[in-house]
């Protein structure tokens, strides 16, 4: 379990990330034109997962905004923005953002991505939503670079998580 904060108030998730150099769990998402997609669905390439709790919150809407930027310049990555956002949801704030170098997926059928990840709230005013986290995977899908903000409000380490893919 890990331990960050909302507004200051500690809060809990269910486990702790996976490790630098472990390999990447699998998962079943779904996308914005409700298909599934699976980490198979991504071999070769390397994955930066900017998980969040909702599109509908500024630090969130920024930090797909920040990755969006960045992906365009990105050789053989693709960005993942990674919430429990209905589908519709994500593909408007997209649509509307103008946002097209990121991939939008979403957890909300069964949860089972923040469990497996060890990622998902507890406890607290967000609970069941997702941690803000980003995962950086390299192309043989081993993880190279992990962050759990500690207090949910702030932006992740953008440069830090870019850096993980030189």
């Known amino acids: 379990m890990a331990t960050v904060t909302l507004g200051g108030d500690t809060v809990h998730t269910s486990g702790t990330l996976p490790s630098i150099g472990s390999a990447t769990?699998?998962?079943?998402?779904?996308?914005?034109?409700?298909?599934?997609?699976?980490?198979?669905?991504?071999?070769?390439?390397?994955?930066v997962l900017n998980i969040f709790p909702s599109v509908d919150t500024g630090?969130?809407?920024?930090?797909?905004?920040?990755?969006?930027?960045?992906?365009?310049?990105?050789?053989?990555?693709?960005?993942?923005?990674?919430?429990?956002?209905?589908?519709?949801?994500?593909?408007?704030?997209?649509g509307a953002e103008g946002i097209d170098n990121v991939e939008s997926?979403?957890?909300?059928?069964?949860?089972?991505?923040?469990k497996t990840y060890g990622l998902d709230f507890i406890d607290g005013?967000?609970?069941?939503?997702?941690?803000?986290?980003?995962?950086?995977?390299?192309?043989e899908g081993t993880i190279t670079h992990t962050e759990q903000v500690p207090e949910i409000a702030d932006e992740p380490n953008y440069k830090a998580a870019l850096d993980a893919l030189k």
């Open 25 to 47: 769990p699998d998962f079943k998402l779904t996308a914005t034109d409700l298909s599934s997609k699976s980490l198979s669905d991504y071999a070769g390439h390397n994955l």
């Open 59 to 94: 630090t969130c809407a920024q930090s797909i905004r920040e990755f969006n930027k960045a992906a365009s310049s990105l050789e053989n990555t693709k960005v993942l923005c990674i919430s429990k956002d209905l589908p519709f949801a994500m593909a408007r704030f997209c």
């Open 105 to 114: 997926l979403t957890d909300y059928k069964n949860g089972n991505f923040g």
């Open 125 to 139: 005013a967000f609970e069941s939503l997702l941690s803000r986290c980003i995962v950086v995977v390299n192309s």
